[in-house]
């Protein structure tokens, strides 16, 4: 049983459920494209339980400018696409952050998500060129996802980028243990230089956020096994 089997069980008898897969039918029966394929929403349960994710890494949207790139795991992309510039910026912080780390030569983080990381959209779906466009009708689903982690875990590693997934702290319990890291997103907009920044920081431009390297500092702290980030 993956991590959420329980939990979309549950959430399947809530009315609230039932509207929101009436909308995908009717957005996936449209003549505008949606991504991910109907396939692979929800393709970010089948890799670990629940008690082994280690880190959360929150996004927004799925990739929304063409077909193939997303595939239901946040900032990944399948073997054979592009790398966006996002991830791309992923990779130049993991390789100033991460001693040994070597930029693979595709983007698909799958490895991540069977190692503990836990890669979620706050959105889980998006129209074709309309980022934002599903935001609303999964907000109560993704939030519930975070609160069932953050309640039911300790010691998790919330990495929030971007001021939307920041806003996400407030649903994580205090109590627990998790450690909370900000910054900005990683997207060409918001980063600098190709790195982005830590959150409300007043460090230099040339400065990462240096979370992968924290997220296992915490880790062994905790008497965890960090994460391999290498792929």
Same mark, same amino acid.
């Given at each position: 049983i +993956?991590y959420?089997t329980?939990?979309l069980s549950?959430?399947?008898l809530?009315?609230?459920? =039932?509207?929101l /897969?009436k909308? $995908?039918?009717?957005?996936?029966?449209?003549?505008?494209?949606i991504? *991910?394929? @109907?396939?692979? !929403?929800?393709s970010? +349960?089948h890799?670990? @339980?629940?008690?082994e /994710? %280690?880190?959360v890494i929150?996004?927004?949207?799925p990739?929304?400018?063409?077909?193939?790139?997303? =595939?239901?795991l946040?900032?990944? !992309?399948?073997?054979? !696409?592009?790398k966006p510039s996002?991830l791309?910026?992923?990779?130049?912080?993991?390789k100033?952050d991460?001693?040994?780390?070597?930029?693979?030569?595709?983007?698909?983080?799958t490895?991540?998500?069977e @190692?503990?990381?836990l890669l979620?959209n706050?959105?889980? +779906?998006?129209r074709e060129?309309k *980022? #934002?466009? =599903?935001k609303?009708e999964w &907000?109560t689903f993704? #939030?519930?996802?975070i &609160?069932?982690i953050?309640s039911?875990l300790?010691n !998790?590693?919330?990495?929030?980028w971007?001021?939307?997934a920041?806003?996400?702290?407030?649903?994580?319990?205090? +109590?627990?243990?998790h450690?909370?890291l900000?910054?900005t997103? *990683?997207?060409? %907009?918001?980063?600098?230089l190709?790195?982005?920044?830590?959150?409300q920081?007043?460090?230099?431009?040339?400065l990462g956020?240096h979370h992968?390297?924290?997220? #296992?500092?915490y $880790? @062994?702290?905790?008497?965890?096994?960090?994460i391999?980030w290498?792929?």
């Open positions: +993956t959420s329980i939990f549950e959430q399947v809530k009315c609230c459920f =039932h509207q /897969i909308f $995908l039918e009717d957005e996936y029966g449209s003549d505008t494209p991504y *991910p394929p @109907r396939h692979q !929403v929800f970010w +349960t890799h670990c @339980r629940i008690e /994710i %280690k880190v929150l996004g927004q949207d990739y929304y400018k063409e077909e193939g790139q997303a =595939h239901g946040c900032f990944s !992309v399948p073997k054979g !696409v592009e996002s791309q910026n992923i990779f130049k912080e993991l100033s991460i001693p040994g780390f070597e930029i693979p030569d595709d983007g698909d983080l490895k991540w998500a @190692r503990g990381v979620l706050s959105a889980l +779906t998006v060129d *980022p #934002n466009s =599903h609303k &907000k993704t #939030n519930a996802v &609160k069932l953050s039911k300790n !998790v590693v919330f990495m929030l971007g001021d939307y920041q806003k996400k702290g407030s649903l994580i319990d205090k +109590t627990k243990g450690l909370i900000k910054a997103h *990683p997207s060409p %907009k918001s980063a600098s190709g790195i982005f920044k830590p959150a920081s007043g460090a230099a431009i040339d956020c992968f390297s924290t997220a #296992n500092t $880790l @062994r702290y905790c008497e965890i096994p960090e391999d290498n792929l």
